[in-house]
């Protein structure tokens, strides 16, 4: 039998992905707003502030930074 993951982790695991190509340099801060805003996660109350919890100190801070100052503004966290 194939276990199928549950659809919060498939959306987890797409934001926590896209977070880490963004924090690495490889997209745009309207690519990663446009795929928050798009997976799904910002029904899951909490999973965004979760996956944030998770990426500290992974990649650059000021980027880490800058897209957590977007979402606090947009009031997803």
Known sequence: MVKIPQIEEITR????????????GERSLNWIRGMI?????????????NIFDGLRGYGSLTRYQEILKECRKERWI
């Open 13 to 24: 695991r797409l934001v926590r992905n896209s977070l880490e190509t963004f924090l690495r």
């Open 37 to 49: 805003e798009s997976s799904g996660v910002l029904r899951q109350e909490g999973m965004l502030q």
